[in-house]
């Protein structure tokens, strides 16, 4: 799946942005295109049409306005501060074109700082924003041009101008034209490439918020996977965590059939990648080593295989990155994914303590069994469902018979170890959605869903003769109790409390055998 970037839209007005956020540089151009000009006039007075004074006059009007325009709209925003802004760029175009014909029009010096003019409006804005400048300044040159030619300049130099002039000025608006449109192209590409970094800043940020959420590797590695396809347009990716050097898939993005991994191959990417801890990159797939990769990856080029590596987790991610153009450009790229894969490796750490700590709390230490508190809430769990669902569920408490004297003659140590072989038997012996626990002590509990009262006894048995068979150190046996949801009791309470006078009667005709809940009951009343 490849999710459309959603935040690379500029808003209306966001070419002023740059140049609204660099008020300073505006007026140190202006101070610097008022003074260079005075001091023109001054050095080279043949050349004016007017008084320095003028000059001077001219200068100081037009550095008021443009300073009071400015200090106005620090306190407006949106519409308003715009037709500010292009009122100061409007005033500039004419003070530059008025002092470019009173210093000499198209021989005159000051018709080189309109090319410096244009070319700092650019840099410092955006290339929308320079060549909106360009026009203005060519249309106040003409203007001024065809003011002197046609005598409405009055006392302001000649009325009589020559095709010299023309000619002259026509030049000068090509050589305007071309450094402007130069300077537009390089300030665009600029642009678009702060653009892209900025929103591939702004996707990390979004990606270690998101990280903060999440609470298991799989959301972790979705996450990676959405940041990157958001951030580049990375359509095909694959997240594989190892853990132990066993393999599974994360996560993936584009990919029709998630990757089956049973082990990897020597020479398989990933195996070379986890050794050597560096990101590798590949123009294709082995197809030996990597025939799993190439099955979720079909036809993958260029293929970049990132390691994320963080305090013995380990997880890689596999993008391939198509047929670019390679260069300084792929190599970004390359580096900002190793950017976003490190986050990805520090979140997928503290899920995984996370998901250990959590792990750590419903498991018993030394069985590695469920303990009582998770034994309760797989048996709340599994009473709403047969509630809902008017379905069946049974419960099974199991004791060790004559443990105690295990543990005095043998000693606690071995009895550790019995308990330990127990448990892994009592594990083999239930279906994968059973829930099988030490309840205390030498005692073990299992919730069985869906099992009616003679299936559940069947389990039952089956695993008392588990107990009786099990490898362990020293050979046990086990008295067990069953009771059946909602026959036995409609509550947890209740339930439990039939099978524990279900077990003991189990123990009260000789141990290591099996009584039903209804066994007991019948037992007792013929007492």
């Not at 151009?29 to 080279?44: P, S």
């Not at 018709?111 to 203005?136: F, H, K, M, P, S």
């Not at 190439?294 to 596999?318: E, K, T």
């Amino acid at each position: 799946m490849r999710i459309a970037p959603t935040g690379s839209a500029t808003t209306r007005g966001g070419e002023l942005d740059p140049l609204r956020e660099r008020p300073l540089y505006l007026r140190s151009l202006r101070v610097v295109l008022a003074v260079t000009i005075v001091i023109y006039g001054e050095l080279l007075p043949h050349q004016l049409r007017t008084s320095l004074v003028a000059i001077g006059l001219l200068t100081a009007a037009y550095l008021m306005a443009t300073f009071g325009i400015e200090a106005l709209s620090r306190w407006l925003t949106g519409g308003f501060y715009r037709w500010l802004f292009w009122l100061a760029l409007g005033i500039d175009g004419v003070y530059l074109a008025a002092t470019t014909y009173l210093a000499g029009a198209s021989i005159g010096p000051v018709r080189y700082l309109v090319l410096v003019y244009l070319t700092v409006i650019t840099l410092l804005g955006t290339w929308q924003t320079g060549l909106a400048t360009a026009v203005w300044q060519s249309g106040a040159q003409v203007g001024f041009f065809l003011a002197q030619r046609g005598g409405w300049l009055g006392g302001f130099g000649s009325s009589a101008t020559s095709g010299r002039e023309w000619d002259r000025l026509a030049a000068f608006l090509a050589a305007l034209w071309v450094l402007t449109i130069a300077t537009a192209i390089l300030a665009a590409l600029n642009q678009g490439d702060l653009q892209r970094r900025r929103y591939e800043l702004d996707r990390l940020v979004d990606l270690g918020r998101d990280m903060e959420s999440a609470e298991d590797a799989s959301t972790v590695g979705t996450h990676l996977l959405s940041a990157l396809s958001d951030a580049f347009g990375f359509d095909r990716m694959v997240l594989v965590e190892v853990d132990h050097g066993i393999p599974r898939p994360l996560a993936t993005c584009g990919v029709v059939a998630p990757p089956e991994v049973a082990e990897f191959a020597p020479e398989s990417a990933i195996q070379q990648v986890i050794e050597a801890g560096t990101t590798m990159r590949l123009d294709r797939l082995d197809a030996e080593g990597d025939a799993w990769l190439i099955a979720a990856l079909p036809a993958a080029r260029n293929v970049v295989v990132v390691p994320l590596l963080a305090q013995g987790v380990v997880a890689i991610l596999v993008v391939p990155l198509g047929p670019w153009a390679g260069g300084r450009s792929e190599e970004r790229v390359v580096t900002a994914t190793e950017r976003f894969a490190s986050h990805a490796a520090i979140a997928l750490r503290s899920a995984s303590l996370l998901a250990r700590v959590r792990q750590m709390a419903i498991t018993d230490g030394l069985t590695q069994l469920s303990n009582r508190r998770a034994f309760d809430r797989a048996l709340d769990r599994e009473i709403g469902r047969a509630a809902r669902a008017d379905g069946r569920l049974s419960v099974v408490l199991i004791d060790l018979d004559d443990f105690k004297s295990l543990n005095d003659e043998h000693g606690h140590v071995t009895g550790d170890t019995v308990l330990r072989q127990i448990s892994r038997a009592l594990q083999r012996s239930v279906r994968s959605y059973d829930t099988v626990a030490r309840y205390g002590g030498e005692e073990f509990a299992a919730v069985l869903p869906g099992c009616s009262a003679g299936l559940a006894f069947t389990l039952a048995d089956r695993l008392r003769i588990a107990v009786q068979d099990a490898a362990s150190d020293v050979k046990v046996t086990a008295s067990v109790g069953v009771a059946t949801y909602p026959y036995d009791g409609a509550e947890a309470a209740a339930l439990l409390r039939s099978a524990d006078h279900a077990l003991y009667a189990s123990k009260r005709a000789g141990r290591n055998r099996v009584r039903s809940a209804e066994q007991a009951r019948v037992e007792f009343c013929e007492k």
